[in-house]
Nanobody, 127 residues
Framework: QVQLVESGGGLVQPGGSLTLSCAQS????????IGWFRQVAGHERVGISC????????YYSDSVKGRFTISRDHAKNTVYLQMNNLKPEDTGEYYC????????????????????WGQGTQVTVSS
């Protein structure tokens, strides 16, 4: 049974930074990526970033490319999302998930086959 626990959300001013963590316990043998998603109330959950756990290749949606960095600590089995130069439109509930792979089409990262979701962590960017 895979469990994902997100942490690191909070309130930050525009231009500020936050680092989200996604700690994984358990093994998901058919899922080779960890993705980060954002959801705003009343809207669909959208893919933000993804990392392939076999080769650490990273993917970003165009809306966050150059501002966000996804990384993985293999020893801690934890994936991080470093978010810099935050904007009000980055506000939302952030979720991590195990995914079969990372797939980007056009401007967005799309999930291929989600295994498990974390419980989410709220990020609010406001002055």
């Amino acid at each position: 049974q895979v469990q994902l626990v997100e942490s690191g959300g909070g309130l930050v001013q525009p231009g500020g930074s936050l680092t989200l963590s996604c700690a994984q316990s358990g093994i998901s043998p058919n899922h080779f990526a960890i993705g980060w998603f954002r959801q705003v109330a009343g809207h669909e959950r959208v893919g933000i970033s993804c990392i392939n756990t076999r080769d650490d290749r990273t993917y970003y949606s165009d809306s966050v490319k150059g501002r966000f960095t996804i990384s993985r600590d293999h020893a801690k089995n934890t994936v991080y999302l470093q978010m810099n130069n935050l904007k009000p439109e980055d506000t939302g509930e952030y979720y991590c998930a195990t995914d079969r792979g990372c797939y980007k089409s056009g401007s967005w990262y799309y999930p291929t086959q989600i295994g498990s979701w974390g419980q989410g962590t709220q990020v609010t960017v406001s002055s």
